[in-house]
């Protein structure tokens, strides 16, 4: 539910040579670090998910928005659109956007998504040059409450921007 680019786009390639069961086995490993998710929970999440589509986008619209559609929405839209740039990726399951800190969402908006595991997955333009450090708080704060609406909203976004935007990279 999340990329997988930079130098762990070949780790996740060589998976592909992994026996379902190995990977399976990982999975389990993993998901164990994670609290159990009581049928209650796993049911509210669901509700609020169904909520939020119902209620639309109207409740969220705005300039953040309108920078959605136009930067992100070719690519992330809901339905059978287009598959401009290798994939249509919905992110109502993208655990970037259901994280505690919103570091990876940031980092592959302003750096993109130019090494994909596979072709796929598609690639991702870095949006860096192309927001400020308001506009880009703006979209990921729309992004959060319209893929991830049970979630708290992220706090101080425009000092995260640039404190994401600070650190280096090497993708």
Request: hydrophobic share 45%.
């Amino acid at each position: 539910h999340g990329v997988a680019s930079g130098p762990m786009a070949p780790v996740v390639r060589e998976f592909a040579a992994l026996y379902d069961a190995d990977i399976r086995a990982m999975a389990h490993y993993l998901a164990s670090f994670n609290p159990p998710v009581t049928d209650a929970q796993a049911a509210s999440a669901a509700s609020a998910a169904v909520a939020s589509a119902q209620a639309g986008a109207g409740a969220l619209a705005g300039p953040a928005q309108r920078m959605f559609e136009t930067a992100c929405g070719s690519c992330h839209h809901d339905g059978d659109g287009p598959r401009l740039l290798g994939a249509n990726v919905p992110l109502a399951l993208n655990s970037n956007l259901h994280a505690d800190l919103p570091d990876n969402v940031l980092r592959v908006i302003l750096e993109g998504h130019l090494e994909p595991a596979s072709i796929e997955l598609g690639f991702m333009p870095a949006f860096g040059a192309a927001f400020d450090d308001r506009q880009l708080a703006g979209l990921t704060d729309y992004m959060r409450k319209r893929f991830a609406p049970g979630k708290p909203p992220w706090t101080n976004l425009e000092a995260e921007v640039a404190r994401v935007r600070s650190l280096h990279s090497n993708p």
